[in-house]
């Protein structure tokens, strides 16, 4: 069973960002996988994120057990 959105948002908020390291975002999306990522790398979730530090925009790939299958 795959995890719900609002976990998903939680995971993504826990993940600090790869430019300064802090975990303050000023904006932060969460939604379904793409069916491509969801075949490729078994990617559930699909998050956007913006950092309110360092203004970094990075992207998450959430699995259904929870797991951030990649970050950029």
Do not use: F
């Not at 000023?26 to 379904?32: A, H, I, N, Q």
């Amino acid at each position: 069973m795959a995890i719900t959105r609002e976990r998903a948002e939680r995971i993504a908020r826990a993940h600090a960002c790869v430019g300064c390291r802090e975990y303050t975002y000023r904006k932060l999306s969460v939604r379904e996988a793409s069916p491509a990522l969801h075949t490729e790398l078994g990617e559930v979730w699909h998050a956007v994120l913006v950092c309110g530090v360092c203004g970094v925009h990075q992207e998450l790939g959430i699995d259904s057990d929870g797991d951030v299958v990649y970050a950029n």
